[in-house]
Protein backbone atom coordinates (compact mmCIF):
# COMPACT_ATOMS: atom_id res chain seq x y z
CA UNK A 1 0.00 0.00 0.00
CA UNK A 2 2.80 2.93 0.87
CA UNK A 3 4.19 1.88 -2.69
CA UNK A 4 0.72 2.77 -4.25
CA UNK A 5 0.82 6.20 -2.10
CA UNK A 6 4.44 6.61 -2.64
CA UNK A 7 3.81 6.37 -6.99
CA UNK A 8 0.53 8.00 -6.55
CA UNK A 9 2.46 11.16 -5.08
CA UNK A 10 5.49 10.95 -7.07
CA UNK A 11 3.30 10.92 -10.62
CA UNK A 12 1.07 14.02 -9.14
CA UNK A 13 4.00 16.07 -8.18
CA UNK A 14 5.75 15.54 -11.75
CA UNK A 15 2.85 16.45 -13.51
CA UNK A 16 2.70 19.35 -11.16
CA UNK A 17 5.89 20.28 -11.70
CA UNK A 18 6.37 19.53 -15.35
CA UNK A 19 3.07 21.13 -16.55
CA UNK A 20 3.63 24.91 -17.27
CA UNK A 21 0.83 27.51 -17.37
CA UNK A 22 -0.85 27.43 -20.36
CA UNK A 23 -0.86 31.11 -22.17
CA UNK A 24 -4.37 31.75 -23.30
CA UNK A 25 -5.43 35.62 -24.44
CA UNK A 26 -7.76 37.68 -22.91
CA UNK A 27 -11.53 36.17 -23.53
CA UNK A 28 -9.53 32.62 -24.66
CA UNK A 29 -10.38 29.89 -22.56
CA UNK A 30 -7.28 27.40 -21.38
CA UNK A 31 -6.71 24.25 -24.01
CA UNK A 32 -7.28 21.72 -21.05
CA UNK A 33 -10.18 22.25 -19.95
CA UNK A 34 -11.82 19.73 -22.14
CA UNK A 35 -9.55 17.60 -20.15
CA UNK A 36 -10.36 18.16 -16.76
CA UNK A 37 -14.04 15.82 -16.76
CA UNK A 38 -12.00 13.07 -18.99
CA UNK A 39 -9.52 12.43 -16.39
CA UNK A 40 -11.74 13.24 -13.26
CA UNK A 41 -13.90 10.39 -14.48
CA UNK A 42 -10.88 8.24 -15.46
CA UNK A 43 -9.99 8.64 -11.77
CA UNK A 44 -13.45 7.79 -10.25
CA UNK A 45 -13.21 4.80 -12.43
CA UNK A 46 -10.19 3.41 -11.64
CA UNK A 47 -10.24 3.90 -8.25
CA UNK A 48 -13.95 2.38 -8.24
CA UNK A 49 -12.31 -0.87 -10.10
CA UNK A 50 -9.42 -1.00 -7.60
CA UNK A 51 -11.83 -1.00 -4.60
CA UNK A 52 -14.55 -3.91 -6.76
CA UNK A 53 -10.95 -6.12 -7.64
CA UNK A 54 -10.34 -5.74 -3.63
CA UNK A 55 -13.40 -6.77 -2.24
CA UNK A 56 -13.82 -9.53 -5.34
CA UNK A 57 -9.96 -10.81 -4.42
CA UNK A 58 -9.53 -10.47 -0.89
CA UNK A 59 -12.27 -9.17 1.15
CA UNK A 60 -15.11 -11.65 -0.21
CA UNK A 61 -12.92 -14.83 -0.07
CA UNK A 62 -12.05 -13.93 3.61
CA UNK A 63 -15.50 -13.80 4.79
CA UNK A 64 -17.48 -16.28 2.90
CA UNK A 65 -15.28 -19.20 2.66
CA UNK A 66 -12.78 -20.17 -0.59
Same mark, same amino acid.
Given at each position: ?9 ? +? ?5 ? +? ?20 ? +? ?26
Amino acid at each position: MKLVVRTLAL +ATGLVVL +AAPPAAAGPGQRYWFYWAAPLL +ALSVLGLIGALALGYYVKVLRPKYRGR
